[in-house]
Protein backbone atom coordinates (compact mmCIF):
# COMPACT_ATOMS: atom_id res chain seq x y z
CA UNK A 1 0.00 0.00 0.00
CA UNK A 2 3.17 2.87 0.76
CA UNK A 3 4.40 1.51 -2.22
CA UNK A 4 1.48 2.35 -4.35
CA UNK A 5 0.48 5.80 -2.61
CA UNK A 6 4.57 6.37 -3.14
CA UNK A 7 4.17 5.28 -7.29
CA UNK A 8 1.11 7.67 -7.12
CA UNK A 9 2.44 10.82 -5.69
CA UNK A 10 6.36 10.27 -7.32
CA UNK A 11 5.79 9.21 -10.32
CA UNK A 12 4.29 12.37 -11.58
CA UNK A 13 6.90 14.16 -10.10
CA UNK A 14 9.09 12.69 -11.72
CA UNK A 15 8.21 12.90 -15.40
CA UNK A 16 7.23 16.59 -14.20
CA UNK A 17 11.16 16.75 -13.37
CA UNK A 18 12.10 14.83 -16.74
CA UNK A 19 10.13 17.11 -18.87
CA UNK A 20 10.94 20.26 -16.85
CA UNK A 21 14.44 19.25 -17.43
CA UNK A 22 14.52 18.49 -21.30
CA UNK A 23 12.79 22.25 -21.48
CA UNK A 24 15.54 23.60 -19.54
CA UNK A 25 18.18 22.09 -21.38
CA UNK A 26 16.87 23.23 -24.03
CA UNK A 27 17.67 26.41 -23.61
CA UNK A 28 21.14 25.49 -23.15
CA UNK A 29 21.64 22.32 -24.69
CA UNK A 30 24.41 19.68 -23.46
CA UNK A 31 25.97 22.62 -21.45
CA UNK A 32 28.55 20.97 -18.67
CA UNK A 33 26.48 22.13 -15.95
CA UNK A 34 23.05 20.61 -17.04
CA UNK A 35 23.86 17.43 -15.56
CA UNK A 36 24.26 18.79 -12.19
CA UNK A 37 21.39 20.85 -12.04
CA UNK A 38 18.99 17.37 -13.09
CA UNK A 39 20.77 15.01 -10.46
CA UNK A 40 20.55 18.00 -7.75
CA UNK A 41 16.51 17.76 -9.04
CA UNK A 42 16.49 14.04 -8.52
CA UNK A 43 17.61 13.87 -5.14
CA UNK A 44 15.57 16.74 -3.79
CA UNK A 45 12.88 13.43 -4.23
CA UNK A 46 14.72 11.93 -1.42
CA UNK A 47 12.17 12.73 1.20
CA UNK A 48 9.46 11.39 -0.38
CA UNK A 49 11.41 7.53 0.05
CA UNK A 50 11.63 8.70 3.43
CA UNK A 51 15.12 8.80 3.08
CA UNK A 52 16.72 11.15 5.43
CA UNK A 53 20.13 12.29 2.92
CA UNK A 54 23.13 14.13 4.23
CA UNK A 55 25.39 15.69 1.60
CA UNK A 56 29.34 16.36 2.53
CA UNK A 57 30.51 17.03 -0.81
CA UNK A 58 31.82 20.35 -1.10
CA UNK A 59 29.86 22.38 -4.04
CA UNK A 60 32.16 25.49 -3.54
CA UNK A 61 35.44 23.81 -4.10
CA UNK A 62 37.74 24.73 -6.73
CA UNK A 63 36.75 23.45 -10.32
CA UNK A 64 39.43 21.29 -11.82
CA UNK A 65 38.46 18.30 -14.49
CA UNK A 66 38.42 15.07 -12.78
CA UNK A 67 37.14 11.33 -12.94
CA UNK A 68 34.80 10.86 -9.98
CA UNK A 69 33.73 6.67 -9.09
CA UNK A 70 30.87 6.37 -6.68
CA UNK A 71 28.98 3.07 -5.65
CA UNK A 72 26.59 1.43 -7.37
CA UNK A 73 23.93 0.05 -5.40
CA UNK A 74 20.39 -0.15 -6.26
CA UNK A 75 17.46 2.17 -7.96
CA UNK A 76 17.54 4.32 -4.87
CA UNK A 77 21.12 5.97 -6.44
CA UNK A 78 18.28 8.04 -8.71
CA UNK A 79 17.46 10.20 -5.94
CA UNK A 80 20.79 9.61 -3.24
CA UNK A 81 24.00 9.64 -4.77
CA UNK A 82 22.90 12.16 -7.29
CA UNK A 83 23.76 14.61 -4.40
CA UNK A 84 27.30 14.79 -4.70
CA UNK A 85 27.14 15.85 -8.69
CA UNK A 86 29.06 19.23 -8.87
CA UNK A 87 29.28 21.59 -11.74
CA UNK A 88 31.39 20.59 -15.14
CA UNK A 89 30.25 16.52 -14.58
CA UNK A 90 28.82 14.19 -17.14
CA UNK A 91 28.58 10.35 -17.36
CA UNK A 92 28.90 8.14 -19.63
CA UNK A 93 26.18 5.56 -20.76
CA UNK A 94 24.61 3.49 -23.79
CA UNK A 95 23.51 4.96 -27.00
CA UNK A 96 20.55 3.09 -25.87
CA UNK A 97 19.43 4.86 -23.09
CA UNK A 98 18.22 8.14 -25.19
CA UNK A 99 15.21 5.98 -26.37
CA UNK A 100 14.07 5.32 -23.07
CA UNK A 101 10.54 7.63 -22.57
CA UNK A 102 11.79 10.97 -20.90
CA UNK A 103 14.98 10.26 -18.84
CA UNK A 104 16.64 9.14 -22.19
CA UNK A 105 16.18 12.66 -23.75
CA UNK A 106 16.67 14.44 -20.67
CA UNK A 107 19.69 12.31 -20.10
CA UNK A 108 20.67 12.78 -23.95
CA UNK A 109 20.38 16.68 -23.62
CA UNK A 110 22.39 17.15 -20.41
CA UNK A 111 25.48 16.67 -22.24
CA UNK A 112 26.32 13.07 -21.03
CA UNK A 113 28.42 10.78 -23.30
CA UNK A 114 26.79 8.55 -24.89
CA UNK A 115 28.79 5.38 -26.28
CA UNK A 116 28.29 2.33 -28.61
CA UNK A 117 29.21 -0.43 -26.26
CA UNK A 118 27.58 -3.39 -28.54
CA UNK A 119 30.15 -2.62 -31.44
CA UNK A 120 33.72 -3.81 -30.27
CA UNK A 121 35.58 -1.80 -32.91
CA UNK A 122 34.72 1.22 -31.40
CA UNK A 123 34.54 0.27 -27.79
CA UNK A 124 38.30 0.09 -28.30
CA UNK A 125 38.91 3.86 -29.27
CA UNK A 126 36.23 4.62 -26.58
CA UNK A 127 38.64 5.70 -23.67
CA UNK A 128 40.28 8.02 -26.18
CA UNK A 129 37.03 9.75 -26.87
CA UNK A 130 36.12 10.29 -23.50
CA UNK A 131 39.97 11.71 -22.69
CA UNK A 132 39.47 13.99 -25.43
CA UNK A 133 35.97 15.15 -24.03
CA UNK A 134 37.49 15.64 -20.86
CA UNK A 135 40.72 17.39 -21.87
CA UNK A 136 39.12 19.81 -24.40
CA UNK A 137 35.97 20.84 -22.81
CA UNK A 138 37.20 20.75 -19.18
CA UNK A 139 34.90 18.04 -18.13
CA UNK A 140 34.84 15.49 -14.76
CA UNK A 141 33.33 12.18 -15.58
CA UNK A 142 31.42 10.40 -13.24
CA UNK A 143 31.24 6.40 -13.18
CA UNK A 144 30.11 3.42 -11.11
CA UNK A 145 33.88 1.01 -11.80
CA UNK A 146 31.78 -1.61 -10.36
CA UNK A 147 29.68 -1.82 -13.76
CA UNK A 148 26.61 -3.23 -11.90
CA UNK A 149 24.13 -2.46 -9.36
CA UNK A 150 26.07 -4.16 -5.79
CA UNK A 151 22.45 -4.99 -4.93
CA UNK A 152 23.55 -5.58 -0.82
CA UNK A 153 26.41 -7.50 -1.92
CA UNK A 154 28.97 -4.93 -0.75
CA UNK A 155 31.51 -3.19 -3.13
CA UNK A 156 32.14 -5.64 -5.78
CA UNK A 157 35.12 -5.34 -7.84
CA UNK A 158 36.31 -2.81 -10.09
CA UNK A 159 36.55 -2.21 -13.88
CA UNK A 160 39.26 -0.67 -15.00
CA UNK A 161 38.01 1.80 -17.52
CA UNK A 162 38.12 4.58 -14.82
CA UNK A 163 41.54 4.09 -14.09
CA UNK A 164 42.47 3.83 -17.48
CA UNK A 165 40.93 6.81 -18.62
CA UNK A 166 42.02 9.06 -15.55
CA UNK A 167 45.34 7.68 -16.10
CA UNK A 168 45.29 8.60 -19.87
CA UNK A 169 43.62 12.35 -19.02
CA UNK A 170 46.04 12.96 -16.69
CA UNK A 171 43.51 13.68 -14.08
CA UNK A 172 42.50 12.60 -10.30
CA UNK A 173 40.75 10.22 -9.40
CA UNK A 174 37.52 11.35 -6.43
CA UNK A 175 36.03 8.60 -5.03
CA UNK A 176 32.50 9.54 -3.75
CA UNK A 177 30.61 6.96 -1.84
CA UNK A 178 27.07 6.68 -0.78
CA UNK A 179 26.74 4.38 2.83
CA UNK A 180 24.70 1.42 1.75
CA UNK A 181 21.14 1.42 1.10
CA UNK A 182 20.30 -2.17 0.70
CA UNK A 183 17.84 -2.28 3.51
CA UNK A 184 15.92 0.53 1.84
CA UNK A 185 12.31 -0.25 0.88
CA UNK A 186 9.95 1.39 -1.53
CA UNK A 187 7.41 -0.11 1.18
CA UNK A 188 9.27 1.25 4.25
CA UNK A 189 7.35 4.93 5.26
CA UNK A 190 11.38 5.43 6.83
CA UNK A 191 14.29 4.36 5.78
CA UNK A 192 16.46 6.05 7.88
CA UNK A 193 19.33 8.01 6.92
CA UNK A 194 21.95 8.03 4.02
CA UNK A 195 25.43 9.76 4.02
CA UNK A 196 26.99 10.52 0.79
CA UNK A 197 30.95 12.08 1.20
CA UNK A 198 33.55 12.88 -1.73
CA UNK A 199 37.03 11.55 -0.55
CA UNK A 200 40.27 13.61 -1.06
CA UNK A 201 41.37 13.52 -4.55
CA UNK A 202 44.12 11.05 -6.16
CA UNK A 203 46.77 11.98 -8.28
CA UNK A 204 47.13 9.88 -11.19
CA UNK A 205 50.91 11.43 -12.17
CA UNK A 206 53.15 8.22 -10.88
CA UNK A 207 50.42 5.60 -12.61
CA UNK A 208 49.95 4.53 -15.96
CA UNK A 209 48.96 1.12 -17.94
CA UNK A 210 50.93 -1.25 -16.39
CA UNK A 211 50.00 -0.66 -12.81
CA UNK A 212 46.41 0.85 -12.96
CA UNK A 213 45.49 -1.97 -11.29
CA UNK A 214 47.18 -1.04 -7.86
CA UNK A 215 45.18 2.66 -8.88
CA UNK A 216 42.08 0.64 -8.51
CA UNK A 217 42.85 -1.53 -5.78
CA UNK A 218 43.33 1.18 -3.45
CA UNK A 219 40.52 3.38 -3.72
CA UNK A 220 38.49 -0.13 -3.79
CA UNK A 221 40.10 -0.06 -0.18
CA UNK A 222 39.59 3.42 0.40
CA UNK A 223 35.61 2.94 -0.10
CA UNK A 224 35.05 0.12 1.47
CA UNK A 225 36.94 1.57 4.48
CA UNK A 226 34.66 4.72 4.59
CA UNK A 227 31.74 2.84 3.75
CA UNK A 228 32.11 1.06 6.82
CA UNK A 229 32.54 3.69 8.81
CA UNK A 230 29.54 5.35 7.13
CA UNK A 231 27.23 2.59 7.97
CA UNK A 232 28.34 2.87 11.30
CA UNK A 233 27.22 6.28 11.91
CA UNK A 234 24.00 5.73 9.80
CA UNK A 235 23.30 2.88 12.82
CA UNK A 236 23.80 5.58 15.61
CA UNK A 237 21.41 8.15 13.56
CA UNK A 238 18.67 6.04 12.78
CA UNK A 239 18.67 4.98 16.89
CA UNK A 240 18.21 8.57 17.60
Known amino acids: MIALARFVLIFPLYVGICVFGCLFCLIRPFHRNNTRVVANMLSALAPLFG ?3 ISRVDADQPYAPKVIIGNHQSSFD ?3 ITV ?3 DGTVSMGKKSIRWIPFFGQLYWLSGNILIDRNNKHRARSTIDQVVERITNDQLSLWMFPEGTRSRGKGLLPFKMGAFHTAIKAQVPIVPVVLSSTSHFSINKWSN ?3 IAVQL ?3 AT ?3 HSGN ?5 EL ?4 MVEKIAELDAEVAELNKQ
Do not use: M
Open 51 to 53: IKL
Open 78 to 80: LVT
Open 84 to 86: AVT
Open 192 to 194: GHA
Open 200 to 202: DPI
Open 205 to 207: DNY
Open 212 to 216: AKELA
Open 219 to 222: CHRL
